[in-house]
Each structure stands twice: as structure tokens, then as C-alpha cells.
């Protein structure tokens, strides 16, 4: 069985910053891209970064040149790095994964969520 836990969230000042991580654990075969997706209050879940197996990375633009993503294969682990956090930042962030179970075909797999609020 596959899961993904996510940790890291909390509460920060605007300004601030937060480190997520997230970390794949099963019987995993190979983990294609990973990523990070955030829902707000209200809100639909929206994109937010994308890490390839190769590196190739993508950002949602309103956190580009704040927020950076990365991975450790070896750890099966992706990250989020996020600085000079704003309130319009506050969410749920979730982590996925797509990969290949032994013996299952590809899917992508979703962690629990970890909430991020900014505030003063």
C-alpha cells in the first residue's frame, strides 16, 4: 500500500517561511513527477509546482521567484520551500505523486493535506 505524508505547515507572519516535505512510502516501483497543489477557503485546489524525475521543474506564477521545489530520489521525498509568505498564501497544501506500484499500473497517488496559514 502506497502513502504519502506530508509535514511541515504551520502558522508564520507574512514575510516568513515554510518548508513542506512529503514522503512516498510502499511497495513503489519508480515515482514519475511530483508536485504540490494548494486550496484555499473557498476556493478550488489549485496547481502550485511540479518536479519531474529528471529535474524538469514548473511553477504556478504567483509564487515564482518565492517558492522552489525539489526532490530526493533516494528518500522518495519532494519538498516546498516558501518564502516571503503572503496571507493570499493560506491554504491546504497537498502533495501527489504519479507512480507504479509493484504489481499496479501508474496513478497518481494524493498525501492528506497540511495547512499553511499567514498571518500577523
Known amino acids: 500500500q502506497v502513502q504519502l505524508v506530508e509535514s511541515g505547515g504551520g502558522l508564520v507572519q507574512p514575510g516568513g517561511s515554510l518548508r513542506l516535505s512529503c514522503a512516498a512510502s510502499?511497495?513503489?516501483?519508480?515515482?514519475?513527477?511530483m508536485g504540490w497543489y494548494r486550496q484555499a477557503p473557498g476556493k478550488q485546489r489549485e496547481w502550485v509546482a511540479t518536479?519531474?524525475?529528471?529535474?524538469?521543474?514548473l511553477y504556478t506564477g504567483s509564487v515564482k521567484g518565492r517558492f522552489t521545489i525539489s526532490r530526493d530520489n533516494a528518500k522518495n521525498t519532494v519538498y516546498l520551500q516558501m518564502n516571503s509568505l503572503k496571507p493570499e498564501d493560506t491554504a491546504v497544501y497537498y502533495c501527489?505523486?504519479?507512480?507504479?506500484?509493484?504489481?499496479?499500473?501508474?496513478?497518481?497517488?494524493w498525501g492528506q493535506g497540511t495547512q499553511v496559514t499567514v498571518s500577523s
Open positions: 501527489n505523486a504519479d507512480l507504479r506500484p509493484y504489481g499496479l499500473a501508474r496513478n497518481r497517488y
Open positions: 510502499g511497495s513503489i516501483l519508480s515515482i514519475d513527477g
Open positions: 518536479i519531474t524525475s529528471g529535474g524538469s521543474i
